[in-house]
C-alpha cells in the first residue's frame, strides 16, 4: 500500500521560517511530480509549489521568493523550506505525488494526510 506521511508544521511567528517533508512508502516503480498544496479555513485547495523527478519547481505566486521545494529521490521524500512566513500562510499543508505502482503498473496520484502550519501575527 502506497503512502504519502508528512512531517513537520506547527505554530511559527510572522516573519519566521518552517519546513515540513513528506516521504513516500509502498510498493512503487518511480515517483514523478511532486507537490505541495495548502487549504486555508474556508478556502479551496491551492497550489504551492511542485517539482518535476529532474528538479524543475514551480511556484505559486504568492510565494515566490519565500518557499522553496526539493526532493531526494532516493529518500523518496519532498521538502518545503517556507521563510518569510505571513499569517496569511496558514493553512493545513498536503503533499501530493503521481506514483508509479508496483502492483498495478499505473501512474495514481496519491495525497498525505496533511500537517498543519499556523503563522501567528
Known amino acids: 500500500q502506497v503512502q504519502l506521511v508528512e512531517s513537520g508544521g506547527g505554530l511559527v511567528q510572522a516573519g519566521g521560517s518552517m519546513s515540513v517533508s513528506c516521504v513516500v512508502s509502498?510498493?512503487?516503480?518511480?515517483?514523478?511530480?511532486m507537490a505541495w498544496h495548502r487549504q486555508a479555513p474556508g478556502k479551496q485547495r491551492e497550489l504551492v509549489a511542485a517539482i518535476t523527478s529532474d528538479g524543475n519547481a514551480n511556484y505559486a505566486d504568492s510565494v515566490k521568493g519565500r518557499f522553496t521545494i526539493s526532493r531526494d529521490n532516493a529518500k523518496k521524500t519532498v521538502y518545503l523550506q517556507m521563510n518569510s512566513l505571513k499569517p496569511e500562510d496558514t493553512a493545513v499543508y498536503f503533499c501530493?505525488?503521481?506514483?508509479?505502482?508496483?502492483?498495478?503498473?499505473?501512474?495514481?496520484?496519491?495525497w498525505g494526510q496533511g500537517t498543519q502550519v499556523t503563522v501567528s501575527s
Open positions: 509502498g510498493s512503487i516503480i518511480g515517483i514523478g511530480v
Open positions: 501530493n505525488a503521481l506514483i508509479l505502482v508496483r502492483d498495478t503498473y499505473r501512474r495514481e496520484d496519491y
